[in-house]
């Protein structure tokens, strides 16, 4: 197996901590998107969607969504699990995986590269170049900000997002909040549970 990733951007952050918490180590090399090195041979023949991370199996299967390759390391390495171990906490975690990526972390992307110089051109990741709306700035704050509140209500209920353990729902949030600061933002102030739950899960996942 071999790891193609690039340690600085959010989605192989996600991948990163699962790999941390269950002292996972693969074979790795750093695709260099400042370099602009996702769209270079030889790794868009590996992943022609030109994104990181991308995890190679050793049958040359190319998994290139970080849940896809998360679902498969959870069946190698179950333990500790990640992903739930009964029906229903399986269902939760992954259903948080979608919801959370679906709204907040796509709210946060909306602001980062249809506001930044940077990304003119490019306001998707991968290979399709697209021009910036400069109103998804503005529509990404306030999507953002819902998704902040919905997300402090569930925290509400439980000492995790997905119930009373720790699981990757927690990792996807901890990386929405590294990645909100991309944009100067951050958890707002009224969202206390979240802010309850910040030194907690980063706790969880520091004692693997
Ligand atoms: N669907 C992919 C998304 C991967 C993705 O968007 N990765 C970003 C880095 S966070 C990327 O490769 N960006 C390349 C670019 O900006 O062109 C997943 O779930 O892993």
């Not at 992903?83 to 990526?101: M, V």
């Not at 602001?111 to 003119?120: E, I, K, Q, S």
């Not at 309850?196 to 980063?202: D, V």
Request: proline share 8%; with cysteine; aromatic share 10%.
């Amino acid at each position: 197996m071999k790891l193609y990733t690039y340690d600085p951007a959010p989605n192989p952050k996600r991948l990163q901590m699962f790999l941390d918490y269950k002292g996972i180590q693969l074979d790795t090399e750093q695709v260099d998107l400042l370099k602009q090195a996702q769209f270079e041979e030889p790794f868009r023949k590996i992943n022609p969607m030109c994104t990181v991370p991308a995890l190679v199996l050793d049958d040359g299967t190319v998994l290139t969504e970080v849940i896809g390759a998360c679902v498969y390391l959870e069946e190698l390495y179950p333990d500790p699990p990640l992903l739930g171990t009964s029906p229903l906490e399986k269902a939760q975690i992954i259903s948080w995986n979608h919801r959370l990526y679906n709204s907040l972390f796509h709210a946060i992307a909306e602001v980062f590269r249809n506001g930044n110089p940077a990304f003119a051109g490019r306001a998707l990741p991968g290979s399709l170049n697209l021009e910036q709306i400069p109103e998804l700035v503005e529509r990404g704050r306030v999507r953002m900000e819902a998704a902040w509140r919905m997300v402090d209500r569930a925290l509400a209920k439980n000492a995790f997002l997905a119930g009373p353990a720790f699981s990757f729902a927690d990792i996807d949030l901890l990386a929405c909040v590294e990645f909100a600061a991309w944009i100067k933002s951050g958890v707002p102030e009224e969202c206390s549970h979240i802010h309850a739950w910040l030194p907690r899960a980063k706790a969880a996942l520091a004692q693997k």
